[in-house]
């Protein structure tokens, strides 16, 4: 038997899905990781841009790769709901987790004073394990929506022959 075939086998339709995403969602979330931690570096230290500034330049970037890897692998099998809807909403959860990076560095820069690139690189990456959690599931949730579930029809509703509440018609 093929590794890994047993354990697949084992698991839901669900759970199978979810692996899926996940390990598709980490790869794509690692690739755009090192992007992201990469041009905040070279921004910061070598274009000599702002600390907040090079935060968001590097989050725009990597967050433009990040909805392409993951509208077209990470949450491929997921229903379409059109592009304009899930760009607006990806990058609205994507704002939302972006201001909240921001806070963490400006909090760390300006009231407590930290200038090193290491301080402010440490809190980028805090700020950014934080974020990927809330994206995961805002992503799942609102962006890239779950396929519909299958409905059944139920079964009539009839009074029986003495007028009594309602029964089920086999």
Request: glycine letters at 8%; hydrophobic letters at 55%; one cysteine or more.
């Amino acid at each position: 038997m093929v590794p890994g075939a047993r354990l697949r086998s084992r698991l839901s339709a669900g759970a199978t899905l979810l692996l899926r995403e996940l390990s598709a969602f980490g790869v794509v979330g690692a690739a755009c990781l090192v992007l992201d931690l990469t041009l905040f570096q070279v921004l910061y230290t070598s274009v000599g841009l702002g600390a907040v500034t090079s935060k968001v330049l590097a989050s725009a970037v990597a967050t433009t790769a990040a909805f392409v890897g993951h509208r077209y692998w990470s949450f491929s099998r997921r229903v379409r709901s059109g592009l304009p809807r899930e760009y607006v909403l990806f990058f609205g959860v994507n704002g939302l987790t972006l201001m909240l990076s921001m806070l963490m560095i400006a909090a760390v820069r300006y009231p407590l004073g930290q200038e090193s690139a290491f301080a402010l690189q440490l809190t980028n990456v805090a700020a950014i394990a934080l974020g990927t959690a809330l994206r995961f599931v805002l992503y799942r949730r609102w962006v890239f929506l779950a396929p519909a579930a299958p409905t059944f029809p139920r079964p009539a509703l009839a009074p029986d022959a003495l007028g009594s509440p309602a029964r089920r018609v086999p």
